[in-house]
């Protein structure tokens, strides 16, 4: 393998509950007697939550995504982390492989994390702003193409069904991660 492609929220961090708590705080500001399961839309960036919701008959407007980023924003240090067993995994890796990452979040948030975790030996950095969120497959592949590698020679670490999906459709091998004390007892054995 020359290639390691990383997901971030849930696997090299463990957010899931601090962006599934912002976007349900910023819906009921706005929307208060909306009802749904944080499952359905897991995984998925808040624009795409936003539109599944509308089509479920609920009247989200577009600026819940704004009120969910501020929430993000007051709120990242208390789920965001340096980890020193991370960072030697990192620096260890580095000298053998590509890395990369490739997140449904935002610019801002992804680099707010890196700089926490003072994670920087990535080749590249992919977020939905610079082209189409998971499930599609193409940060991916965009990771790939920069790296000069194939699908037979990358690991992609994932762990929500939206991004297993896209990374499945790539062809490379996909490992599923539970949470980021998952990732470091993976990368222990790698």
Same mark, same amino acid.
């Given at each position: ?47 795409? /939550?936003?539109?599944?919701?509308? +089509? #479920?008959? @609920? ?7 704004? $009120? ?12 965001? /982390?340096?980890?020193?067993?991370? +960072? #030697?995994? @990192? ?7 590509? $890395? ?21 030996? @990535? ?68």
């Amino acid at each position: 393998m020359k290639t390691l492609i990383f997901d971030l929220d849930g696997t090299l961090v463990d957010c899931k509950k601090l962006h599934q708590d912002g976007f349900r705080w910023a819906v009921s500001r706005l929307v208060p007697d909306i009802d749904y399961d944080d499952e359905e839309v897991e995984g998925l960036p808040s624009t795409q /939550k936003i539109k599944y919701l509308q +089509s #479920k008959g @609920f009247k989200v407007p577009e600026n819940v995504d704004e $009120l969910k980023r501020e929430h993000t924003r007051a709120h990242i240090s208390e789920y965001v /982390k340096f980890n020193g067993k991370l +960072s #030697k995994h @990192f620096n260890r890796l580095y000298i053998d492989y590509k $890395l990369c990452l490739a997140s449904n979040s935002r610019s801002e948030f992804v680099f707010k994390c890196m700089n926490i975790l003072d994670l920087w030996q @990535f080749e590249c950095v992919y977020s939905r702003d610079y082209g189409p969120p998971k499930p599609d497959p193409w940060m991916y592949n965009e990771c790939m193409r920069i790296t000069n590698n194939k699908p037979t020679n990358t690991i992609i670490f994932e762990d929500s069904p939206v991004g297993i999906q896209g990374a499945v459709k790539t062809g490379a091998r996909v490992i599923e991660i539970k949470d980021s004390k998952h990732l470091i007892e993976v990368l222990d054995e790698f």
